[in-house]
């Protein structure tokens, strides 16, 4: 099976039809398509997706005996990713000039960003039709590592996404923008990054008025709490710093509240920093803005360190958390090394997803077991974790344990705490396997030096690492271009290296796993050598 180009640099000599493609196209932007051979469905019936829950292609309600099921998935694709702007509720809206200069030829041009010149042929802007093949692996079987199929036979199905970028054509006056910034949930790093650049970006296009929001959602109705004017001035170095600006909180007012308060406050580009949770709650604030007929547009920037997000290569904050896990990894390492019968364990963060623990676990190369939540473990028994770190001991001398947060929470007390936002308060996984290995090895009479290291908050609050730099910086633009081109509804995101819009319920349907099937997983246990613990 030869390999899928995804990135078409030439033009083809016949052009596939609109319907291959799966979306409309106009031919001045059509591409060169490396097809493989689709194969006919030939089961009939509804294929229940056996793959990694981070597949959006959830075929649960498609017929595979209807012979043009793959059009059809290709149109519902189509309609699902398509993203909501504002002529959806003003038609007649109309388009003007971007604003936003590609080339600024004398330093006026920078205080009054004017019309791009219409003499030259190079523009530089994201036509409409742009797409991004969302994924680029031809699976021939089902049985193949970590596939994502639809059908039965692993029908090859084209799941294009928008591109990300900007526009020739912008729905907003720069000069009638009032744009506002907000950071909810948790900290990670890349906050001030992200921030910064929409700051940057939206002046460049010419708004003046750009304001923060303090503390996350909370600070549309809590009266102590005032806006926070941002310019360029104001955000130039604030990247150097971990942590938000603006204040991050979880909880706050409903959604009604968040827009009366947008309406007094004139905001009329709403830029969110957060979460799945931040996320459903813009997603909301959209559709509110839509039932009360508000030119507003509300974008989102997925913020995770979990990594947590549907459909994205990684969110920003992410590389930075491996790195600095990977140091708290190697501390535990040393000690355990250096220890008598040494055993070093490490927290990290990860509430559903175990990312940061399989990466961190990965680049570090120290890591003798990986717990991630979604691989079930004993830590009793003859299979369990205890019994295998007694082995480690004899065989190696040391080891070192690390477990992500969500981890092994079936054999904590539950809680039934919830925090602000209604997220269920964890027990500490970390604290327990310490105590339980502590209580093992007394019991059988062996000697062990356990040492537990929680580095979660310290790697939270980190600034960003140059990669995740760059990463804040596009998302940022990307967001204030989206904002100008009219969409609203929508998150920004990194798929396959390339940089694109999601309709937000897309992303935020339910978090992103690590498949325990994938190809990742599997280095994971290759790299650490642990076995099953079930
Ligand atoms: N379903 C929802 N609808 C509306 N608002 C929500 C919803 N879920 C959460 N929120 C709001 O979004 C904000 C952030 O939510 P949450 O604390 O869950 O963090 P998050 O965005 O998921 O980020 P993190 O990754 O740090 O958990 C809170 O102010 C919360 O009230
Ligand atoms: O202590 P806080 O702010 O509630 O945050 C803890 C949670 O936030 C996260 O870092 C997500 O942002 C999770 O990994 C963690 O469970
Ligand atoms: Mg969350």
């Not at 102590?224 to 971990?242: A, D, M, W, Y």
Request: aromatic share 8%; net charge neutral.
């Amino acid at each position: 099976m030869g390999s899928i180009s995804h990135v078409i640099t030439t033009t083809l000599p016949h052009l596939p039809s609109t319907r291959s493609l799966g979306f409309p196209i106009s031919h001045s932007n059509s591409r060169l398509l490396s097809l493989p051979p689709t194969r006919v469905a030939k089961k009939v019936g509804v294929f229940a997706e056996h793959s990694s829950r981070s597949s959006t292609a959830s075929a649960a309600s498609v017929d595979f005996s209807d012979p043009d099921w793959k059009i059809k998935f290709q149109e519902d694709w189509e309609a699902r990713f398509r993203l909501p702007h504002l002529t959806d509720i003003f038609p007649n809206a109309p388009p003007i000039p971007s604003t936003f200069c590609l080339k600024m030829r004398t330093p006026i041009d920078r205080d009054f960003p004017g019309h791009y010149s219409l003499d030259e042929e190079w523009h530089g802007y994201i036509n409409n039709n742009d797409r991004v093949l969302l994924k680029t692996i031809y699976y021939s079987s089902p049985t193949s590592a970590g596939a994502e199929c639809i059908d039965p036979d692993c029908t090859w199905v084209e799941q294009w996404v928008h591109r990300a970028g900007p526009r020739e054509k912008i729905y907003y006056k720069p000069e009638e923008v009032k744009a506002a910034i907000v950071t909810c949930g948790g900290l990670c790093p890349g906050l001030n990054d992200v921030i910064r650049q929409i700051v940057i970006t939206l002046e460049i296009y010419g708004v003046k008025n750009i304001v923060g929001i303090p503390f996350g959602y909370r600070g549309f109705s809590d009266k102590e709490l005032t806006e926070v004017p941002l310019s360029r001035k104001v955000v130039q170095n604030i990247h150097l710093s971990g942590g938000s600006l603006l204040g991050v909180s979880r909880g706050g007012p409903g959604v009604s509240d968040i827009v009366d308060s947008l309406e007094k406050r004139g905001i009329n580009m709403l830029f969110v920093l957060g979460g799945n949770g931040t996320h459903a709650g813009a997603n909301a604030i959209h559709h509110e803005c839509r039932k009360r007929r508000l030119k507003v547009s509300v974008i989102g920037v997925p913020k995770t360190i979990d990594n947590d997000i549907l459909l994205m290569d990684k969110t920003f904050g992410f590389d930075t958390a491996v790195e600095e896990a990977q140091r708290a990894i190697n501390s535990a390492y040393i000690e355990a090394h250096s220890a008598y019968h040494g055993i070093g364990v490490v927290k990290l963060m990860g509430r559903s997803s175990g990312f940061i623990a399989m990466q961190a676990s990965l680049s570090s190369g120290q890591v003798d077991i990986c717990l991630i939540p979604e691989v079930p473990f004993n830590l009793h028994g003859p299979h369990g974790v205890l019994s295998h770190l007694k082995y480690l001991l004899e065989t190696k001398g040391s080891a070192v344990v690390c477990v992500a947060e969500g981890a092994g929470q079936n054999l904590l007390q539950k809680t039934n705490a919830t925090d602000a936002s209604g997220n269920v308060v964890f027990g500490d996984i970390g604290v327990y396997i310490q105590q339980e290995t502590k209580k093992y090895f007394k019991e059988i009479g062996v000697h062990a030096d356990v040492k537990y290291i929680d580095p979660t908050y310290m790697i939270r609050a980190i600034r960003a690492n140059a990669s995740d730099g760059i990463l804040c910086t596009v998302l940022g633009q990307n967001a204030v271009h989206g904002a100008f081109a009219g969409y609203s509804g929508i998150t920004v995101g990194l798929c396959n290296t390339h940089y694109v819009y999601f309709p937000i319920p897309e992303v935020i349907s339910h978090p992103r796993l690590v498949d325990p099937n994938s190809r990742m997983w599997h280095r994971c246990l290759t790299s650490t050598g642990q076995p099953d613990f079930i």
